[in-house]
């Protein structure tokens, strides 16, 4: 199983993005989907969050500004965000519980990471 992030790039303060991260392998089923972000000289932090079912969770420092979303059919999770501010500059991972074996239950796999600047 692979987790693959894209999107990442440079932005101005005020504007938008969107980051996809797309699993493929031997996938049975996906639990919860999650975006974290790791800021220079900050512990990685969780940002989003989407469970199977759809409910959503958001970090203060995001919510109202990011929405995380998924595509089922593409196994693919989303990040759009919105009104960015240069403290969001981060390297972005999504991270995915994932069952490729229904008898072992599921595995957290992790992207490579995104980077998103935002400048002022």
């Known amino acids: 199983v692979q987790l693959q992030a894209s999107g990442g790039g440079l932005v101005q303060a005020g504007g938008s993005g969107r980051l996809s991260c797309a699993a493929s392998?031997?996938?049975?089923?996906?639990?919860?989907m999650g975006w974290y972000r790791q800021a220079p000289g900050k512990q990685r932090e969780v940002i989003a969050t989407?469970?199977?079912?759809?409910?959503?969770n958001y970090a203060d420092s995001v919510k109202g500004r990011f929405t995380i979303s998924k595509d089922n059919a593409k196994n693919t999770v989303y990040l759009q965000l919105n009104s960015l501010k240069p403290e969001d500059t981060a390297i972005y991972y999504c991270?995915?519980?994932?069952?490729?074996?229904?008898?072992?239950?599921?595995?957290?796999?992790w992207g490579q990471g995104t980077l998103v600047t935002v400048s002022s």
């Open positions: 991270s995915a519980r994932i069952v490729s074996n229904p008898l072992y239950g599921s595995t957290a796999y």
């Open positions: 392998g031997r996938i049975v089923r996906i639990n919860d």
């Open positions: 989407i469970t199977s079912g759809g409910n959503t």
